[in-house]
């Protein structure tokens, strides 16, 4: 079983900090405990509600073997996210979303393979064909690359869904996940629409200890998918391993 985020430590990351009362989208009402000083303060009981259901959803994606796609492109979120994501061993972006990273998968798999392209003519001792200059541009346009694509480079097909941070800032990605009917997760502060997704989050988006407070919850959900999804595929093994058996036994 996973562990259960405290109140406590939700208090001590800031996560029930919203914004100012003027800032407020009207939407986030349920998720709204009380008003401070003209502040906002998110209801904790909701976020660890919603927190529950979200992490749910992520473990079930993940022991089907589908992927979560973890956003967050802001400079307080970025390193957290990214640094989770890969303790998940699930793709991420965290420098820039580009238009149709989603929509158009395609486009965007093949701007991958070009960057694996590149990094094995780069690795390749043997290549002497290649001028100074050359590698030199080459290495650029790599470090380019990888920058925006590096998160997503094993995702070979679109992913079940999307966990974002701020759903108004990833505003674009949301947007192309609900074109293509994928599942869309996100912390939602005080100022932003909880309706837009299908899991909110309602949680302070700005503060770096909220926003890795929430996405390792996340993160430990998907690996505990991933577990689940080890045992299930022994399990199978060894119950085939078992009928084989008691056929050649029968025989």
Same mark, same amino acid.
């Given at each position: /079983?996973?562990?259960?985020?405290? !109140? ?20 986030? #009402? ?9 502040? !906002? *303060? ?33 400079? &307080? ?12 061993? /699930? ?9 149709? /990273? ?18 094995? #003519? ?18 650029? &346009? ?11 480079? !094993? *995702? ?28 869309? *997760?996100? /912390?939602?502060?005080? =100022? ?8 909110? %989050?309602?949680? =302070?988006?700005?503060?770096? =200890?909220?926003?890795? *407070? %929430? ?11 991933? &577990?689940?999804?080890? &045992?299930?595929?022994?399990? =199978?093994? $060894?119950?085939?391993? $078992? ?9």
């Amino acid at each position: /079983m996973m562990e259960k985020i405290s !109140h406590k430590e939700m208090l001590e990351a800031g996560v029930h900090f919203g914004h100012l009362k003027r800032k407020w989208n009207p939407k986030m #009402l349920p998720y709204i405990f009380a008003e401070r000083k003209g502040i !906002h *303060l998110i209801d904790l009981n909701k976020t660890s509600e919603t927190l529950e259901e979200a992490a749910h959803a992520v473990r079930q994606i993940v022991k089907s073997g589908r992927k979560v796609l973890f956003v967050a492109t802001k400079k &307080q979120a970025k390193e957290v996210v990214k640094a989770e994501a890969k303790r998940a061993n /699930m793709p991420f972006v965290t420098e820039r979303w580009l238009g149709g /990273m989603l929509t158009n998968f395609a486009t965007i798999r093949r701007s991958v393979k070009k960057m694996e392209s590149i990094r094995k #003519l780069l690795d390749d001792k043997s290549t002497t064909s290649l001028t100074k200059k050359e590698r030199l541009l080459l290495s650029r &346009q790599l470090q380019k690359l990888d920058m925006v694509l590096g998160g997503i480079e !094993h *995702l070979n097909r679109v992913p079940a869904a999307v966990y974002v941070v701020d759903i108004t800032y990833e505003d674009i990605a949301i947007k192309e996940a609900k074109k293509l009917g994928i599942r869309t *997760l996100g /912390m939602v502060d005080t =100022n932003s629409n909880p309706n837009s997704i299908d899991f909110p %989050i309602p949680s =302070n988006d700005d503060a770096a =200890n909220s926003i890795h *407070l %929430i996405t390792r919850c996340l993160a430990e959900a998907a690996i505990a998918g991933a &577990q689940d999804r080890a &045992q299930m595929k022994e399990e =199978n093994a $060894k119950s085939e391993e $078992k009928e084989s058996t008691e056929e050649k036994a029968s025989e």
